[in-house]
C-alpha cells in the first residue's frame, strides 16, 4: 500500500501530503484547482526546507519527498490507481459526504477510504458507500509532520483488518496511533473544544483578557500554548463547527458555541489564516500581540 491520495492541499491535506512522501508513500495530492495545488506544494517545500535547516532531512531526501508527490485537479483521476485515500477536506459534512460518495465511484474496490475529519461521525460518511467496512477516521494533529498523534476512529462498520492496517501505516509515518470509538468530536475535540469555549466565554464575560487566559493556561496548567491562542491556530471556523457537530450530536447547553466566537466568525476574523483573531498574526515579528478588539484601554 504505497499509492496514496490525499484529497485537499489546505494545512491538513499538505501536512498529511508531506508526511505520506517523506516516508515513501507515492502521494496523489488533489484539489479543486492548479492554484490552490501550487500553494499547498509551496508550503510543503517550506516545510520541508525547514527540516534540512534543522538536519531532519538532506537535500536529496526534501527532493525525493517532493519528486514522490503529483497534483491533480480531477479526483476520479486522482483516486483511480491507489490503495488508500485521505479525504482532508474542510469540515463541512456535506461536503464530506459528497467527496466520500466520488470517491467510492472512482477509487479501486479494495481501496481503503480515511477521513481526518475531527468530529464528524466516520458512520455516517461510511453510509453514503457501497464500502462502509472500508471506511475509517485518520485524524492527524496539526502540524502533521511534527506532531506524534493520530487518532484512529472505527466506524460501526469498520473491519478490524482495515484497523489494523491503518494502525501499521500510521506506525510507518512514525506516528502514534490511538483507537478511538466513533461518537461526536471522539476524544481529542471532545476534551478540546469545551476548555477552548470556556476560554472564549472567559473572554467574553470579561473575567480575563485573553493574554491572562492563555497565561494562566500556559504557566499554570503546563500547556505549551494557552487555548485562545491554539484557537487562532486551529481556526476559529474549524472550532466553531466541531462545537455544532458536539451541540448537535448531545444536544447539552455545555456544547453550545459562545455567540463571540459566532460573531467573529462571522466577521472573517478566524485566526492565523485570516490574520486576525484573538491575536494579530498579520505582523511578521514572532512576538504574540493581542488583537486590538481585546486590548485594554
Not at 519528486?67 to 491533480?72: A, E, L, Q, V, Y
Not at 492496517?165 to 471522539?186: A, H, R, W
Not at 503546563?222 to 491556530?233: N, S
Request: charged share 20%; net charge neutral.
Amino acid at each position: 500500500m504505497k499509492n496514496i491520495a490525499v484529497i485537499g492541499s489546505g494545512t491538513m491535506g499538505n501536512g498529511i501530503a508531506h508526511t505520506f512522501a517523506q516516508f515513501g508513500y507515492l502521494v496523489n495530492l488533489i484539489d479543486i484547482s492548479d492554484k490552490a495545488l501550487e500553494k499547498g506544494i509551496n508550503t510543503i517545500t517550506k516545510n520541508l526546507d525547514r527540516q534540512v535547516s534543522k538536519g531532519i532531512l538532506s537535500e536529496e531526501e526534501k527532493k525525493a519527498t517532493l519528486d514522490r508527490i503529483s497534483s491533480f485537479t480531477s479526483l476520479e483521476e486522482g483516486v483511480k490507481n491507489v490503495s488508500l485515500v485521505v479525504e482532508a477536506a474542510t469540515e463541512n459534512i456535506d461536503l464530506k459526504l459528497q467527496i466520500f460518495r466520488d470517491i467510492d465511484k472512482f477509487a479501486p474496490t479494495d481501496s481503503i477510504l480515511a477521513s481526518n475529519t475531527s468530529s464528524i461521525s466516520i458512520t455516517k460518511i461510511a453510509a453514503v458507500t457501497s464500502r462502509p467496512e472500508k471506511v475509517i477516521g485518520m485524524h492527524f494533529m496539526n502540524p502533521v509532520p511534527v506532531m506524534k498523534l493520530v487518532e484512529i476512529i472505527r466506524g460501526y462498520n469498520t473491519t478490524d483488518e482495515v484497523t489494523k492496517t491503518i494502525f501499521s501505516i500510521s506506525k510507518d509515518l512514525n506516528k502514534v496511533p490511538v483507537e478511538v470509538n466513533d461518537y461526536p468530536g471522539f476524544i481529542a475535540n471532545r476534551i478540546l473544544m469545551p476548555m477552548i469555549n470556556e476560554a472564549i466565554y472567559s473572554l467574553y464575560e470579561g473575567v480575563a483578557g485573553v493574554n491572562e487566559i492563555d497565561t494562566v493556561m500556559k504557566l499554570g496548567m503546563a500547556h505549551p500554548m494557552g487555548p485562545l491562542q491554539l484557537a487562532d491556530f486551529i481556526g476559529l471556523d474549524v472550532c466553531l463547527a466541531i462545537l455544532r457537530v458536539l451541540h448537535d450530536g448531545f444536544g447539552q447547553p455545555k456544547y453550545a458555541p459562545c455567540p463571540l466566537l459566532v460573531n467573529m466568525v462571522t466577521a472573517g476574523k478566524l485566526g492565523v489564516k485570516s490574520g486576525e483573531g484573538f491575536y494579530n498574526w498579520s505582523h511578521e515579528s514572532k512576538e504574540l500581540i493581542v488583537s486590538s478588539k481585546f486590548r485594554k484601554n
